[in-house]
């Protein structure tokens, strides 16, 4: 029986029912590769025959959370970001991302990378409330995304001043 998208909103009211712990949301990231493994998922959701854009698979009534699939619109390279206060999990579908997670120093302003990787084909991980982010992928990049709540209508904090790819390079040399 492959995993399908009935299987990964099962696990994933299974998983935040008490709560989006570190704990909850691993689960939920599991399930995401698990589905990423489904072939007829990822062509369904992210094949040649979808138009652009974001489509929601999902929202869940009680607990809030969504399932989004998203065909960007090109590449995309985002600043350093939060979410307010919504966790957010990625997962890899087609192409890669690369993922960098990021920190303001104690008495500085402007956050720093603290680690950059390479999101394949079926990966997936998370960034809690407040963990700030970046993503850089090309324009055949497709992703699978969990989300709190809808994240459109949050503060998110954007810092638009740090020059994303130049402090990679300079802080973590790649
Ligand atoms: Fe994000």
């Not at 065909?71 to 890899?92: M, N, R, T």
């Not at 579908?93 to 079926?122: C, F, N, S, V």
Request: glycine residues 8%; contains cysteine; hydrophobic residues 35%.
């Amino acid at each position: 029986m492959p995993y399908e998208l009935k299987n990964l909103v099962a696990d994933c009211r299974q998983a935040l029912q008490n709560g989006a712990t570190k704990t909850a949301l691993g689960e939920v990231c599991a399930a995401m590769r698990k589905i990423l493994q489904n072939p007829d998922f990822v062509e369904q959701h992210f094949g040649p025959a979808r138009e652009i854009g974001r489509s929601t698979l999902y929202h869940d009534p009680a607990l809030d959370f969504h399932i989004y699939a998203h065909i960007p619109d090109g590449a995309i390279l985002s600043p350093p970001h939060d979410h307010a206060s919504a966790w957010a999990a990625y997962g890899q579908a087609i192409d890669h991302t690369q993922m960098t997670g990021w920190a303001i120093p104690g008495g500085e302003t402007l956050p720093k990378p603290l680690i950059t990787y390479r999101m394949a084909p079926g990966s997936a991980g998370y960034y809690d409330v407040g963990e700030l982010h970046s993503i850089d992928m090309p324009a055949s990049s497709r992703f699978l995304r969990i989300t709190a709540t809808d994240i459109d209508v949050l503060p998110c904090r954007y810092f638009h001043e740090v020059d994303t790819r130049k402090s990679i390079a300079k802080y973590l040399g790649g």
